[in-house]
C-alpha cells in the first residue's frame, strides 16, 4: 500500500513541477529544453528529488540547470499550492544523464555494427 501511495506521490509531483518550469518560471537563463524524467520523494515526504534532462548546448545547460537551481523556492511554494501533502517536501534539483548515455552507447554499437560490415 506504500509504495503505491509514493508512486502516485512522485507521479503527481513529476506532472506539477513539470507544468511550473514549462509554464511558470520566467528566468531568461531558461533558453534549453527542459524535461522532467523523474521524482523521487522520500518517505517522510520532507525531500524530492527531480531529475530534469536538459537538452542544449553545454552553456545553455548550464545556466538553465542554475536557473533552476535557483528557483526551487518558487517551484516548491507553486507545487504546495497544487499537491495537498501535509508538508512540501524541499526540492533538490539533480541532472539527468541517462538519455545522452543512452544516445553515447547507440553510437558505439552502430559503429560495431559498421565495422563487422567492412569486415565481411
Known amino acids: 500500500m506504500a509504495n503505491y501511495r509514493s508512486g502516485r506521490i512522485n507521479e503527481e509531483m513529476k506532472k506539477e513541477v513539470s507544468n511550473i518550469i514549462q509554464n511558470k518560471i520566467k528566468d531568461p537563463r531558461l533558453?534549453?529544453?527542459v524535461s522532467v524524467t523523474g521524482v523521487d520523494v522520500t518517505k517522510d515526504l520532507s525531500y524530492a528529488k527531480v531529475y530534469v534532462s536538459i537538452f542544449?548546448?553545454?552553456?545553455?545547460?548550464?545556466?538553465?540547470?542554475?536557473?533552476?537551481?535557483?528557483?526551487?523556492?518558487?517551484?516548491?511554494?507553486?507545487v504546495g499550492k497544487k499537491v495537498k501533502l501535509r508538508c512540501t517536501p524541499k526540492i533538490i534539483i539533480e541532472l539527468d544523464e541517462s538519455i545522452e548515455k543512452g544516445m553515447h552507447i547507440d553510437k558505439i554499437l552502430d559503429e560495431i555494427k559498421e565495422n563487422k560490415k567492412h569486415d565481411n
Not at 542544449?56 to 507553486?78: C, D, M, N, P
Open 31 to 33: 533558453s534549453a529544453m
Open 56 to 78: 542544449g548546448s553545454e552553456t545553455s545547460k548550464e545556466q538553465s540547470l542554475e536557473a533552476l537551481k535557483s528557483s526551487v523556492g518558487f517551484i516548491r511554494k507553486e
